[in-house]
């Protein structure tokens, strides 16, 4: 079984017309010592019946957001995703096209990229946007290495310690072979001290990256920040939080030159990880250095307004080596489904969503505080995420939380050995009430 | 039908006041916003996103989609891409609850299924690359390419060799170069001889102690497995380099033949084109990598491993590169392979890549009737014919065969690649099409060839546009909509 | 892009050996056919269905859907058929595992969340007709008529009264007759006046003992609520009559009126009309009735009943008619409906009829500018044009406007419905319909009307085909395909 | 929120264009006696979010079939339903659809019908099949109809009492006030004896019903009572099963007259009972007087070959009380979804799908008549559906069943007060080994 149409009579006709007395003789061009003259050692052949009943059963060994209340967050959250987006991006014409190499053929892909790139644009106050990236980490990753495309002289990154783990991970080795170093600015208070910052810039500074709200939930000094590092004539790199751009300035408004995000809270399922969405938008000055696709509007030979790739020319195809980034398949379909979710919204819902989950965040905050010996970690406000200190291990009470169906939140303390005893919690829209207090009752029977 | 609705721009749709989603009332005590948010973080008023009601966002979509052409809906040979069916029991499995709600940061113990699901796609990648470990990180063939490099140069470092060139042919695809040079390498181009295979003599000159890596795509971007695979990666080897396999045109040697066999250390796939997973207007995609065991402590992290009948992602790897992206990988892909493979066993591998095979040998012998194949009567999975007689005699481009082509409801092979082919139309059939849509497109094409070439230099003439100027797109770019000032 | 693919018949399409859907192996012993079935009752060889790859099968029907306008890409003011916005949320929860897999016949208390919902929508169902007892088994609205009828009829001979007729105003729909005959009455058509209403004297002259229901749709199909009901149903039941009402139109007077309060005795609701319940080109809808409670021992069985908190399907019913299908109705587009009330709550219900009806006046204001609307300046959610005048002047007939408007893709009106109306075209646009497209629709009949007859006679133009003969197809019926002999 | 696009300032716009003052005033030719001056005593409106979650809730208080092992029969059966069916059913363009009256803006419901129409005939080996009535039920009585409009002078309904109970009180409620006598035949035995038909037919009789295979499961003796049946000029009616269709002779095949079957088998869910699928089939000399819609093909005015709805004559819009039925929405979308399923299978899956059943059905027959006090209750041959007779009461073994997560069939007795210690199980392609022995377990537990 294998979705092939030929039957065994077609094979005979087609060799007759190839003229190849076999199928073995199509191969022969393979030298016989690289042969495989064996069958794979795979499982055998499922049918649709078996297959269903076997993820059947993986299924019933995870205990997925809708059967164990989920308070996880760092880079992907339980939001509420519209019926709307779905009915999107699961049209044959969107999930089984490939990149819109011939325009003609692609119009529908094209405009609904050009549309995807203003949003971004509108959501994050910038300029320019591309038409999606792999997801939030590497998304860092080639901020910077536009940045070194744009300051080429300047070698020097520096990153806060309250961004992302993993997005500093990811950074630290894509950069291994690049003559770039990475410093990482300690945040002990929770965020980036501009002190602190100022004190580390030098002119050698290509960028600085700072995450807002922070890995802890923290809300950055943002603004200011991205002022003394333009000063000194670094490139500001921002990682957001699309939802909480609801309520908070947007970073297009305070001077961001490079922003990057992770879109997977734009309507798109946490599916363990991936695929999710890499969002980036820059100043219309570094337009030719962005990586990844660009759609551009134009028009047809008949005057008629379309839609085009455009700016390939920086891309990986006819660049190669000099390309602004190796990115050829990207996240095209996750894009799709944050248009049609940002649109869903509009600007209503998204500032109702970030309100909701601001509000039950501090709501939950407060009930968990008011349980002796758990207190907030960090003074600063936050948005949907904060960081609580606990009497024990943090991994250990989550592990009790867990057993009486609750995912209850991050030990900090996995990636910030300081802070063992700390728990990162986030709150999305969809957490009620009955839920909130189900977990500060669980968290009281420990 | 035209127009369809609401096929303006969703700006140019917007209505002040209209609402789709809407969200409960807050069913906790709530605080005035000052009191929470410092004022100056606080935007005065919300991104102005279009306002739009829920039927106009559908039609807008909808209309929007039927003017793609799509797997589902055409025949499409883009060479390369691998277009080959997208199963539907794929989506009903990847939708279920336990698989898509999960966090990928949710306790080891609360995901069991999932991880043995992943283990199991890391098995049966090393057993099909003859290879012996495997990292499904990758979010695509690109980033598969980065992280394969970023492994050598690490493994190097570790050797204390430095090694800082990366060989590659001229036919390859430009993410191989592009990736390398991320990965801080300096670049070489080897060049191919008339017949497209490798130039052994100009191999041989570039080849010395500083070569870290040779990637090869084989079979290569012409379509022809390289005869000289043997005699290549001995070469390589010999000079203490490593050969790392672009793994995109694996639908031709599946069960056939294995890199690992003929002499690879690394590779990546590209499970969006090999196994399946769907092409999604550009993507997602997932390129998972195998290397040699020599080279796994370099993998990223974290890497699915199992105790005893546990299974648990693995940080704890001190070699590692670390890792090319946040969580585990594009799992939604991985899920969509994993469930291809399953559904096809070894049986089913092996008829898949005979096929793909056929299916590209008999169009090449239709196609032939038309255009040259400067490479020769057989070929793989894919094969490359040329458009130069047509463009030489009568000024009929690669391009202007590939508009008309979807006034016929096919969507046009890839033009222009690989560059080492002139007026290059580069078509891979796959294994899912019938023998009857392989003759009709041939028929086609004679068909086209015969057309007059004014005609033709204007084709498209029955989608909604036709020839878009795309300098005029370069030069003057408008890459977003703005309210008119 | 034409032709699109895998268009031909599946028949023609058919190629011995294919397979899409594949049975595992029997995982139990099994014994030879002949020991499990006697020869004379098995079948020499499988229904020769046909044979269709997967990749075919999907190519084909998705391509066909192309070819069908529908509420999810054009604007479709079919007059009494509500094509409202079908909400995507209810086709998610209609989806859910847990509505969708139960059987008909499962112990009650195995799915008490669905009896607790159905049993909810029976007392909605109650609350908006203004009638006590509903029943939510038939399958449609025109089941929904005979339903009642049965009822009407088993009420009667438990009362020892002979009444053999049923009253329908000629403007009715023909579903009404229809079931009247069915339920074994004697049909007699009351005329309507001059203004489009019930015509008094015609009724009174043909009211007598042997009425047994008066059958009326309100607003009738012309659009404008019968300000003589009072006066109406005052008559029939003064007669010993019932008074039926056809609830096509409901989507006018939802909480703005309730049949109950306006002296309707018996009514059907179209939830696939009224309440979004998808259309599925040409079905299911779901025809639930609501009934005095004097007539609710009559009602089908089994009546979903609530004991203390437990729900259950009553079956201890002596007078019920007994049932007009098997099971409880068409539980998933009742499902929908339930989901699209809790959706829209009392207000949104009211915003919902008000918009129904201002929109539809809109829409008549802007259409009187072209074409006559004989029945005055104001209707309820629809009204009915007359293209007499061009017909007349020009001979361009209703049905050339409805082809010619395909071409600007907008779905045609009902035509020549109502018969009292002349080159009728009843349009009505709903609630979920925004002024800009009521006006382009407006616009574009401006436009079409002042087209040359000759090219609309000959309309539509852009579509795949243009007027069928309709006169071949019902005087050579070709209803299957069958293989050449 | 009710999905209205007017805002309040279009609505003051186009009511000045009306020339209303206001809303209200739309509404004045309503008597105001019969206005309902408050708001509809309906529960408040929910969000997406909150719906979501109600169902959620609603949900967590059923037992589905896959939680709760399904033996259920009686006419829905839980086979299994290929992916490709749900894709072809969901397409808006089909799904969002009306009727088909504008033959050019429906090409693709109609050549889809006329499909259905044609794959049904080949299923059943009738020469014309309707594009779908509601369900199984409704549709015996429309064929009862149909043979009314045949045999206007014949008034006598035969039917076995092993037809569907259901499908028998839907027939009576149906003919109560029409000329009609409805004569049921006992079948102690199981099935219908030809010799109990002989002696029940007579010149007016209009028409036999017969369900093969029956309630019970049993093969009925089909091919000799329709061979009786149109000996006495009666119409053969048989209500089949789909499915079974696939190793049994097709009623076609033995001269039946009328057709009809429950399509819930054919790709549809359970979904506790509708909306499912009628199909009614009948031979070329009924065409004119069949129930329901009829799609037929033809050419347009350029020769191109289409579809249109046809023989509308016969239909309630134009003939009123003469029509055949009375049918307008009928089942379209579930015809699609048959015809997609029939594809899907083919000759091979369907022969496959039918074998699998017989081979299980036998197996769980056998382990469960081991069990001491447990038989058969009837000696008659079966396919996927048996009827056993055990030592307690049916309903009460059921309950007990249930408790351990078996739905472990249908008490018989509830139609049958002769057979209250009799269960009728069903059994299809989806049940495992494993669930059959846990059924057995269960059994011997009780
Ligand atoms: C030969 C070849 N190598 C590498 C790639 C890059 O793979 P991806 O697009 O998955 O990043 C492609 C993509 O089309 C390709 O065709
Ligand atoms: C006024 C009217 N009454 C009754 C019906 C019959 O309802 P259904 O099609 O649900 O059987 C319709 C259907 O269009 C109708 O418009």
Known sequence: MSYVLNTPADVQEMLRKVGAASLEELFQNIPESNRLRRLLNVPPSLTEIELQQHFGELCNKNQPADQTVCFLGGGSYDHFIPAVVDVVSSRSEFYTAYTPYQAEASQGSLQAFFEYQTLVCQLTGMDVANASLYEGASAVAEAVLMSLSIHAKRSKVLVAESVHPEYRQTL?????????????????????????????????????????????????????????????????????????????????????????????????????????????????????????????????????????????????????????????????????????????????????????????????????????????????????????????????TLAKLLASRYHGGLATGRWYPSLKNCITIAVTEKRTKAEMDGLVEAFRGI | MLPSQSTDLLFEMSHAGRRCHRLPKCDVPTKPLTSLLPKEAVADSPPELPEIGEIDLIRHFVNLSKRNMSIDTNFDPLGSCTMKYNPKR???????????????????ASCQGMLAMLYSMQEILAEIAGLESVSLQPAAGAQGELTALLVAAAYYRDLGQKRTRVLIP????????????????????????????????????KLDDRTAVFMITNPNTIGLFEKQIGEITQRIHDKGGLVYLDGANMNAIVGVTRPGDFGADMMHYNVHKTFTGPHGAG????????????????????????????YYLDYDRPKSIGRVRSFTGNVGILLRGYAYIRTLGPEGLKEMTENAVLNANYLLARVKETFDVPHGDRCMHEFVASARKMKRERGISAMDIAKRLLDFGYHAPTVYFPLVVPEALMIEPTETESKLTLDEFADTLIKIQGEDPEFLRKAPHTLSISRPDEIKAAKEPILRWRAAV
């Open chain 1, 172 to 396: 630290a080795t894509y950069l291994a072979n690049l003559p770039v170093q990475i410093t990482t600015l300690p945040t002990p208070g929770g965020t980036l001290s501009p002190e602190d910052l100022k004190k580390a810039l030098d002119d050698q500074t290509l960028c600085v990256i700072v995450q807002h709200p922070n890995f802890f939930g923290c809300l950055e000094d943002a603004e200011n920040l991205v002022k003394i590092t333009k000063e000194n004539g670094a490139l500001a790199i921002i990682s957001f939080d699309p939802i909480s751009l609801g309520v908070l300035k947007r970073p297009g408004q305070y001077g961001a030159d490079i922003v990057v995000a992770e879109g997977q809270t734009l309507g798109n399922p946490m599916a363990f990880g991936g695929p999710i969405l890499g969002i980036m938008a820059c100043r219309e000055e570094y337009v030719r250095k962005i990586p990844g696709r660009l759609v551009g509007q134009t028009v047809d030979r008949n005057g008629k307004r379309c839609w085009v790739l455009t700016l390939q020319t920086r891309e990986q195809h006819i660049r190669r080596e000099k390309a602004t980034s190796n990115i050829c398949t990207n996240q095209g379909l996750f894009a799709l489904r944050a248009a049609a979710y940002l649109t869903a919204l509009g600007p209503a819902g998204l500032k109702e969503t970030a309100e909701l989950c601001l509000h039950k965040a501090h709501y939950l905050a407060e009930q968990l505080t008011a349980i002796p010996g758990v207190s907030l970690k960090f003074p600063q406000p936050f948005v949907k995420e904060f960081t609580i200190q606990i009497p024990g291990d943090g991994a250990a």
């Open chain 2, 90 to 108: 794929h989506e009903r499995l990847a939708s279920l609850p336990g698989m898509a709600n999960l966090h990928p940061l949710q306790a080891d």
């Open chain 2, 170 to 205: 001229d036919s390859a695809h430009g993410t191989n170069p592009a990736s390398a040079a991320i990965a801080g390498f300096d670049t070489v181009s080897v060049k191919s001889n008339a017949h497209g295979f490798v130039d052994m003599a100009d191999l041989q000159a």
């Open chain 2, 283 to 310: 993507g997602p995609g997932s390129g998972p990598i195998a290397v040699r065991k020599v080279l796994e402590p370099y993998l990223p992290c974290p890497a699915v491993a199992k105790r005893g009948n546990e």
